[in-house]
C-alpha cells in the first residue's frame, strides 16, 4: 500500500484546509484509515480515523469539533477537512493505514498503523 498524502500550506488562525491522502491499489475498502501529526519537537500524535465503510470516525481531543475525517472509497482517497484552525494546529500531517478483517473497526494508536504516506506540512499563523 502506498500512500500520498496532499493539501498541506499555509493558512491564518480561523482559517480552513482539506487534506486528502490517496491510496494505490484495489484493496482501499478494505483498509482503516487515519490521520496523524509531528509539531517539533513533539510526539507524533492521533488526530482523526475512520473505518472501511466511512463510519464510527474517531478524533483526537484537540481537534474534536473542529476536523471531519471521510473517504471515497471509489476515489481510494480519504479527506481530513480541518476548519478553525489554530497556530497549535502546525505540524506535518501524515495519513496512515492499515487492514483490518474487522468491519467497522477504528485504530488510534500510531503503533497499530503499517503504511504510512510522505506528510504535509500544515502551518497555521497567528
Known amino acids: 500500500v502506498q500512500l500520498q498524502a496532499s493539501g498541506g500550506g499555509l493558512v491564518q488562525a480561523g482559517g480552513s484546509l482539506r487534506l486528502s491522502c490517496a491510496a494505490s491499489g484495489r484493496i482501499f475498502s478494505s483498509l482503516i484509515m487515519g490521520w496523524f501529526r509531528q509539531a517539533p519537537g513533539k510526539e507524533r500524535e492521533f488526530v482523526a480515523a475512520i473505518s472501511q465503510s466511512g463510519g464510527y470516525p474517531k478524533y483526537g481531543d484537540a481537534v474534536q469539533g473542529r476536523f471531519t475525517i471521510s473517504r471515497d472509497n471509489a476515489k481510494n482517497t480519504v479527506y481530513l477537512q480541518m476548519n478553525s484552525l489554530k497556530p497549535e494546529d502546525t505540524a506535518v500531517y501524515y495519513c496512515?493505514?492499515?487492514?483490518?478483517?474487522?468491519?467497522?473497526?477504528?485504530?488510534?494508536?500510531?503503533?497499530?498503523?503499517?503504511?504510512w504516506g510522505q506528510g504535509t506540512q500544515v502551518t497555521v499563523s497567528s
Open positions: 496512515a493505514a492499515e487492514f483490518s478483517s474487522y468491519i467497522n473497526a477504528v485504530k488510534i494508536q500510531r503503533h497499530e498503523y503499517s503504511y
